[in-house]
């Protein structure tokens, strides 16, 4: 007799019902039956035939099934056939608490059915709130966990790590289940969460503690550094941490920001400076650690003329009818793949075509008529040997055909689709679509997925005449769309930053913004360029600025959506209230304190550039001047007149405080000219003994 096994698995994505039968007879009433299955596929990673998930998928498939001779069904609890009061087959629902209160062996459905078992090995970890699963190394299983987009690889553990959440949970362990590996669920225990301590490190750690005490840190605080000290240490048994570089402390971090939640990512950061740059003496660190934002890859939508346009270049009408499915009508390639042949209403009935457009119907009609006609289809719209497509031979075929007619609109738009859903300025998405067209073009519009990190590598090699800045931006495009949109990890060792050199911002002084103001009778343009730099603002920010943004009663200026969608306050001299007051009765604009030629539209930042250097010419400056030097000089002279460096950073809107340190080198030149108290008190009283001295 033969036997099929029922079991729910997680395909592509969704959840499907396996069918896979112990031995595989053609023609069989088995095979018979199963092809007929409405929305039936065969998988060739699981190998067996799978169905829609349906709730009463075990009385639906005792009744398909009744007319087979010699078959026997067995569910996934070891059922054979189905009861007439059969329920739907309850998710199991694991959170925090049954992960830890019940550790269980879940038992696969494939056991001693299919030669040796296959397990894995999930870890639930309640302290980090993350599970981890750790099995041998198998490529289809490892691309299905890669297409969840929700856990990391970890390669030096080689392990996966996900956030300990219900759903990902139950989503991993029916992937394992589908592959037919058995997943052995284990509790970490607090030995495996690395709580031993070595002894050859105990002075170390005497030292550590002694620092603590002498800096006077609290209780709490000389706990969590000491707890964080002592997992470092375990974590490097083999190695002398006292030699460790910035390089090996960076990459280390960088692997906990997988492990550890963003709060005990800080406290084990601050442990590690804590270290080195109080108990061993080290110049400070600093770990630039990038927010992970999550980049919604929503499928491009083209009009109906627009499709039509393209498609009209192409002459293979398989080609056309797989650009226009995706790109027209938006169906998802796994519905696609099984498409009939028979298949020109299934946009009459609850499927309709988005903009329902008679033009696009009536195209997509001719085109199934022609398909026919060409290819001499058998079962399917995409078939090979009467076979459907795969979701992997269908998307290299869609992938092929946008290289080979170098369909650049569609790389374009669909591209800008998803940098708009992106957390990315304008001014960013810009720059980054523009390298990466630049890069598409230069190989001929070949799909990423084809391109290779040596070809990456060439790319940049080509572009290293270019500034440092443009360099950086190349790198941050490729970067974005190959690993973020593409899920492509580019190599380290061919993708590299250039290195960029240490330049001191230039500035004003106090005097050479005094002679700009004086060259002009214009309000607006002197009102401009006293603005930005009595707020140091940028000339976006300046660009921006509304008329509901200054607040004369308490001399502020509030700057909305900053560069990095971040808002602030900043300062608005007094000394400027009759020269806005005046400029706003004699320009009376309508919504922007700065408007162009029509009322309600913003100034144009060529425009305001064109201003400065025309009043930095009148004043007599001879060097190259820009927007950005009021910024600079605003910070510039804050810091000269003893402000403190948190304030300014703060009144600039920089997200890290090591960006306004760099104007503390100007500073520093500075206090050369600055003069002693001593000098002065021998100038003007002298002092017996001391002639006074004036400097050559």
């Known amino acids: 007799m033969a036997s099929i096994f029922v079991f729910s698995v997680l395909h592509k994505g969704c959840r499907r019902i ?5 031995s595989y007879v053609p023609e069989s009433d088995f095979d018979l039956i199963t092809r007929s299955l409405p929305d039936r596929a065969y998988s060739k990673s699981l190998k067996c035939w799978h169905v829609p998930y349906r709730e009463d998928y075990r009385l639906w498939l005792t009744k398909v099934y009744e007319r087979a001779t010699d078959l026997e069904i067995i569910f996934s609890n070891g059922e054979k056939g189905a009861v007439q009061d059969d329920k739907p087959e309850k998710d199991k629902a694991v959170d925090s608490k049954s ?24 870890a639930v970890d309640k302290a980090h709130k993350k599970f981890y699963v750790e099995q041998s190394y198998n490529t289809s299983v490892f691309d299905a966990l890669s297409r969840l987009n929700l856990g990391t690889y970890v390669k030096q553990d080689r392990r996966w790590v996900f956030p300990g959440d219900n759903v990902i949970y139950v989503q991993v362990i029916e992937i394992l289940r589908g592959f037919g590996i058995k997943p052995q669920v284990v509790s970490l225990a607090k030995s495996e969460q690395r709580a031993n301590f070595p002894h050859s490190f105990e002075l170390l750690s005497k030292r550590f503690a002694e620092t603590m005490l002498l800096r006077r840190l609290s209780l709490r605080t000389q706990e969590i550094y000491q707890h964080c000290f002592h997992i470092f240490l375990q974590d490097h048994k083999k190695i002398v941490v006292e030699e460790l570089t910035y390089g090996d402390l960076f990459s280390y971090i960088k692997r906990q920001a997988i492990l550890l939640s963003a709060t005990q990512l800080k406290q084990m950061i601050a442990a590690i400076k804590f270290f080195y740059e109080r108990v061993l003496g ?53 519905e696609i793949c099984t498409l009939s042949k028979d298949a020109e209403q299934i946009f009459q009935g609850p499927c309709r075509m988005p903009g329902n457009n008679a033009l696009a119907l009536e195209y997509y009609t001719n085109l199934v008529a022609e398909l026919k006609q060409t290819y001499a289809l058998k079962a399917f719209l995409f078939e090979d040997n009467e076979k459907p497509y795969s979701l992997k031979t269908i998307k290299g075929k869609l ?28 001014k960013t998405q810009v720059m980054y679509l523009s390298a990466f067209m630049r890069f598409l073009d230069y190989y001929n519009y070949k799909h990423p997925v084809f391109i290779t990190d040596e070809e990456v590598r060439d790319y940049l090699l080509l572009n290293r005449g270019r500034s440092a800045s443009q360099q950086d931006i190349l790198v941050s495009s490729l970067k974005f769309f190959f690993e973020r949109i593409h899920n492509q990890t580019l190599s380290d060792k061919h993708v590299v930053r250039p290195r960029k050199g240490f330049y001191l911002p230039d500035f004003f002084s106090l005097a050479e913004i005094s002679a700009m103001l004086n060259t002009t009778t214009n309000l607006k343009h002197k009102l401009l ?45 007094q000394h400027l209230h009759e020269w806005l007051k005046t400029y706003l009765d004699q320009a009376k604009p309508k919504v922007y304190l700065f408007e162009g030629s029509r009322p309600g539209t913003q100034y144009s930042t060529t425009s305001m550039a064109l201003i400065l250097k025309k009043m930095a010419r009148s004043a007599g400056i001879q060097r190259k001047v820009h927007m950005h030097m009021l910024r600079h ?40 000219n600055v003069a002693s108290p001593f000098d002065r008190m021998v100038a003007q009283s002298g002092l017996y003994g001391i002639k006074p001295h004036n400097p050559p």
């Open 399 to 426: 992938y092929r055909i946008l290289g080979h007619y170098k369909l650049a609109p569609i790389y374009r738009k669909q591209y800008e689709v998803i940098l708009k859903q992106s957390s990315l300025s304008s």
């Open 18 to 22: 396996a069918l896979k039968a112990d």
């Open 99 to 122: 992960l830890a209160n019940n550790v269980e062996v879940v038992t696969s459905v494939m056991k001693g059915t299919y030669g040796e078992e296959l397990v894995a090995r999930v």
């Open 529 to 573: 360029i006293a603005i930005g730099y009595t707020a140091g603002l940028r000339r976006s920010e300046i660009r921006n600025l509304r008329l509901r943004d200054v607040d004369l009663k308490r001399n502020l200026l509030f700057i909305k959506d900053s560069k990095g969608k971040r808002d602030r306050y900043t300062l608005f001299s």
């Open 633 to 672: 000089s605003f910070a510039t002279h804050l810091l000269e007149e003893g402000r403190d460096i948190r304030y300014v950073q703060e009144l600039l809107g920089h997200q890290s405080i090591k960006t306004t340190e760099r104007y503390t080198h100007i500073i520093n030149d500075a206090l050369l």
């Open 282 to 334: 080290r110049d400070k660190m600093f770990f630039p650690l990038a927010k992970k934002t999550e980049v919604r890859k929503t499928t491009l939508f083209l009009p109906y003329t627009e499709i039509r346009s393209l498609l009209d270049g192409i002459a293979s009408p398989g080609d056309r009818m797989l650009l226009f499915l995706v790109y027209h009508a938006n169906l998802p390639l796994n």
